[in-house]
């Protein structure tokens, strides 16, 4: 069949093996957010937040049976673990897991980082936990910026540029952004999550961003990864 079918065919598999990926991690956080709560994302906040970030990347069924796993009596003990790493050509990563085997973690994401000539090490001084919301949006900063004010919003920052806004604010103010933004229409973002926000950022080029790009890809096909923040521009 030659070789442009072989690379199709290739380029399927890695397709759907991401798709897998994503599925699973959707599944773990939002069956542990439910577990932890009750399995009401209008009562629970941290279970709302879990389906609001997997919402575009999975299907509703996805979603619909990690709450439905997280009701009946089937008990799963994911144990949440984070290591710190120094990667390839001055990188830093922050590396989340969520594992049924925290041993099995730690060796599956240090083994990844040798590979890559990394090491694990203390780099939580270059990030900061802040909370992101990106969406669309046709007014001016100015007035986000008052609306969120007016709410009673942390606000840390506050950006409009090509009709894409960012709103970062301190972590707990994170719930009250959402539900000041909804009352001023906005309900769909780009991206709306807590997370670790590097302090300054890199910018890696030839071979030692191709080696970065991949270590990005090996954590990301790892099973026990659940996210990962580093300070390097892509």
Known sequence: MGRHFEVRAASMAATAKKKSAIYM??????????????PDPNSNLALRAAIDKYRKQCPKDVIDR????????????????????YGPAGSYLI??????????????VRTIITKK????????????QLGVLDFAYTGT???????????????REVDVEDGIAEVIVEPGAFDKAKEV????????????????????????EGEELTKFKELLDMLDDCEDVQNVYHNVEL
């Open 117 to 128: 000539g990394g090491h694990l090490g203390d780099v939580s001084y270059n990030f900061e």
């Open 181 to 204: 933004l909804k009352e001023n229409g906005i309900e769909e973002y780009e991206f709306a999550e807590v997370t670790m926000k590097a302090n300054d950022n890199i910018t890696l």
């Open 141 to 155: 900063k100015d007035s986000l910026e008052e609306a969120l004010i007016l709410g009673d919003v942390d606000v």
């Open 95 to 108: 590396i989340d897991t969520l594992s049924d085997n925290s041993n099995r973690a730690l060796v599956n």
């Open 66 to 85: 990690a709450i439905k796993k997280a009701q009946g009596g089937e008990a799963t003990n994911y144990i949440e673990g984070r290591y710190e790493a």
């Open 25 to 38: 991690r959707a599944s773990k956080e939002i069956y542990m957010a439910a577990k932890r709560g009750v």
